[in-house]
Every structure is written in C-alpha cells, then in structure tokens.
C-alpha cells in the first residue's frame, strides 16, 4: 500500500472527524460514544477521571478518538519533558502538561493540521502554556536525540505505514532511562486479505494494525526493553461500525453490511496497553 495515499486518507478522516466529531473518528462510532475508553470518577489504562478533564475542557471528550489513556500509565513526574505522538485534538497532551506542571513541557505531534488547530485551540482556552503542538509525522519526529522523558501516544501506531520506523524514531527521541506508555490496537488474528488491503479500514484503525507480538517485537528491536502489555480489551462492535463508518464507507452501505463485517472482524483485535523503558546504557 502506497504510503503517500495512505497518509492523505488518514489526514482526510481525522480532519472530518474533529470538524465533525459526532459523526465519524477513529475509535469513536456514530452515536458519539467511544466503547474503548471511559470517563468516570477514577483513572486506569482505559479510563479519564471526569473532573480532571472537565478542568481542561470537557469539549475534549467529543474529540478523544483515543483507545485508552497512556497518561494515566505513563507515571509522569513534575518537570519532565513529554512528547505526545499523534496527539489529535488534546486531551492526553493536556492532561500530560498540569501533571508535569510549570518546569516541565509537553510537546504534541500530529501529522493532520486541522489537529494541530483544534489542540492549540483548546490549550489556549484552558490557559495550559507548557504545551506545544507540532506539525509533523511520527516516522520522521522533529525533535532531536535524547531530548524527551516520556513518550506517550493513544491509537496512532496502528496508522503508521512504517511501524518498525516509529518505534526507531521513539528511541532516538527518548533520553536514555525515558519512557513510552501507548494505547494501541493489535490483531488477535490475522484479518481476512480483502479486509488487510483497505485503505478505508486502515484509516479507521484496524487493517494497519499488527499481530501484538510482532508490534512488542518492532519496539524491541528498536532497543526499548521491559516491553509490557499491561492490559487488553477485545474489539466490540462499536469499533468495527466505526471503522466501517467514520467517512470510510457511505453510511447506508456500512449499516447493510455490518453483519457482514462483524462476522469477519469479530474477535480479531484488541486494544492494549503497553509500557517499556529505554535502558540507562544504550
Ligand atoms: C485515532 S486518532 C487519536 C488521536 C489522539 N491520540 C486521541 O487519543 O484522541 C489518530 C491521530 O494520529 C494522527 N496520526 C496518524 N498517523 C500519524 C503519523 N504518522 N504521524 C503523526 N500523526 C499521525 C492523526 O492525524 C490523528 O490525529
């Protein structure tokens, strides 16, 4: 699959989906409620705390087309300087800079600039100055080496056309003894061929999507050790009526063909939640 295409729908979806975010996003299905995440009263892998949010915009939960929530794993510590990877709309980058607070620094990366524009906007509203949003692609990260603590990234890799390349570039990234915590989706088992060379159902987050031992592989071989899949939730159907909908499929053939599709998506993926460490000597 050409990358440059591939990229070019990616920037087309998530581009509709923050100027429309009721209407299509990537773990996000129609009805506006993302099954892959929660907001409620506590925090975990895949879970908000409601108030945390509410205190740096609750607009945010409409444009979280996220499949977890790395801040919450990422155990970041005041003064550290964050790079959130496909940082979307801004929640995680948000939340990431009031808990690294006035000496630490959050960098947002985003390759979609109706992205980069809703995050600086919602910055800005929140009055939240330790933040920056970049324009820019996770293969090719411009930023130089060791310059960050903690790489967090939500549901971003699985886009990625050269995924061994991501994780080479968080490793450059990385300070030596910094840390990832990412939110993912992986396959269980492989996805039927028609289904893997969609560039529709790439861009809604599942053809690109690897088998979970070759994405802990590609961020070993990328020197990242302590490689941990913490949690896993299966795919429901939400996820696979929004990858079919979220400006992939007219919307009429997507609902007449859904049994279809779930049949064949059903059980094959999963969400998962993963930490590693760069080692102190590398
Ligand atoms: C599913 S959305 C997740 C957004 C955000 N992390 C969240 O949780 O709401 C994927 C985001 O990754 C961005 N993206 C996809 N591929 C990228 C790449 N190669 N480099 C940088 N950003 C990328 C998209 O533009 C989009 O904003």
Redesign the pocket.
Same mark, same amino acid.
Do not use: P, Q
């Given at each position: 699959m050409k990358s440059t295409a591939l990229?070019d729908r @990616?920037?087309k979806r998530?581009t509709a989906a923050v100027e429309a975010p009721r209407q299509s &996003? =990537? =773990?996000t299905p129609r009805d506006g409620t993302n099954p892959l995440i929660a907001f409620h009263s506590g925090e975990d892998a895949r879970s908000y705390n409601q108030a945390e949010v509410a205190a740096v915009g609750p607009a945010l939960v409409e !444009?979280?087309?996220?499949c977890g929530n790395p801040v919450a794993l990422a155990d970041l510590q005041p003064g550290e300087t964050v790079l +959130? @990877? &496909?940082? &979307?709309?801004g %929640? +995680?980058a948000l939340l990431a800079a009031r808990r690294v607070g006035p000496t630490g620094r959050v960098i947002g %990366? +985003? *390759? !979609?600039p109706a *992205?980069i524009a809703a995050a600086s906007a919602h910055a800005a509203r929140a009055g939240i100055t330790n933040v920056e949003f970049l324009l &820019? +692609?996770?293969?090719a990260i411009p930023l130089p080496d060791g310059s960050v603590d903690r790489v967090i990234?939500? =549901? /971003?890799l699985n886009?990625?056309p050269d995924k061994a390349r /991501?994780f080479r570039e968080i490793s450059r990234v990385l300070k030596p003894g910094g840390r990832i915590a990412i939110s993912d989706i992986v396959l269980l088992r492989p996805l039927p061929r028609p289904l893997r060379k969609s560039l529709a159902l790439w861009a809604g =987050?599942l053809a690109g999507a690897l088998p979970e031992a070759d994405y802990v592989a590609a961020a070993q071989v990328a020197r990242l050790r302590e490689v941990r899949v913490v949690s896993r939730i299966p795919i429901e159907d939400g996820v696979i009526c929004d990858a079919l909908s979220g400006g992939s499929l007219p919307r009429r053939l997507a609902r007449l063909t859904f049994p279809l599709w779930h049949q064949w998506v059903s059980g094959r993926a999963a969400g998962i939640h993963l930490q590693a460490i760069k080692p102190a000597a590398s």
């Open positions: 990229k @990616i920037r998530y &996003g =990537c =773990c !444009t979280a087309f996220g +959130d @990877i &496909g940082s &979307g709309a %929640l +995680d %990366l +985003d *390759m !979609t *992205m &820019g +692609d996770a293969e990234s939500n =549901c /971003v886009l990625a /991501v =987050c």
